[in-house]
């Protein structure tokens, strides 16, 4: 049974970086049959996948054109588990964030206030 | 505004049949599979049906999936006071090169 388990922090100042971590269980990072996203929740803009990473013999990733120029989605094989970045952050990036296995489980979430 | 369109609101009595719609397009629906993710009050989504009407392991059969052309439907039998949620669909779009989702359906079970 695959679980995701998220990490980072619950406060950003804007203009800064946001990052968070989704550590895997019951599966691999690395897995040529799964992809791995980031979805962001907000009453304004409603569920917004943000993009993913995926293995197939090398590591590809996708990224949503609203964030493309700001977002880095990392895998980390040696502790199997992923990593999202959103950098220039302002206000309108407060959401929940979550990971995801694609078609699969999804993480606990993590409220993300962008302010100073 | 949503790539994948779903009615804001459905409801029924316990142990009703109800279903919902999920509306989208040739770049979407059209060539993709359909994922629905269910949403407790509260809580992180929850894989209900992919693949147009696949269902997890522990997802009871009372929750059914299907698609036609570029539209799919979910279907709750025998509904169920838990059943209260927010219903999601999704897709992937290959004109965006990225998942879609619908703006969700309120369940409430009268």
């Known amino acids: 049974q695959v679980q995701l388990r998220q990490s980072g922090p619950g406060l950003v100042k804007p203009s800064q970086t946001l990052s968070l971590t989704c550590a895997i269980s019951?599966?691999?990072?690395?897995?040529?049959?799964?992809?791995w996203s980031w979805i962001r929740q907000s009453p304004s803009r409603g569920l917004e996948w943000l993009g993913r990473?995926?293995?197939?013999?090398?590591?590809?990733?996708d990224y949503a054109v609203s964030v493309k120029s700001r977002i880095s989605i990392n895998p980390d094989t040696s502790k199997n588990q992923f990593s999202l970045h959103l950098n220039s952050v302002t206000p309108e990036d407060t959401a929940v964030y979550y990971c995801?296995?694609?078609?699969?489980?999804w993480g606990q979430g993590t409220l993300v206030t962008v302010s100073s | 505004q949503s790539v994948l369109t779903q009615p804001p609101s459905a409801s029924g009595t316990p142990g009703q049949r109800v279903t919902m719609s999920c509306s989208g397009s040739?770049?979407?629906?059209?060539?993709?599979?359909v994922n629905w993710h269910q949403q407790l009050p509260g809580t992180a989504p929850k894989l209900l049906i992919y693949?147009?009407?696949q269902r997890p392991s522990g997802v009871p059969d009372r929750f059914s999936g299907s698609k036609s052309g570029t539209s799919a439907s979910l279907a709750i039998s025998g509904l169920q006071s838990e059943d209260e949620a927010d219903y999601y669909c999704?897709?992937?779009?290959?004109?965006?090169?990225?998942?879609?989702f619908g703006g969700g359906t309120k369940l409430t079970v009268l």
């Open positions: 995801a296995r694609d078609s699969g489980a």
């Open positions: 019951g599966d691999s990072v690395s897995s040529k049959s799964a992809a």
């Open positions: 990473t995926y293995y197939r013999s090398k590591w590809f990733n």
């Open positions: 040739s770049s979407t629906i059209g060539r993709n599979t």
């Open positions: 693949d147009n009407n």
């Open positions: 999704a897709a992937w779009d290959d004109s965006l090169s990225g998942w879609v």
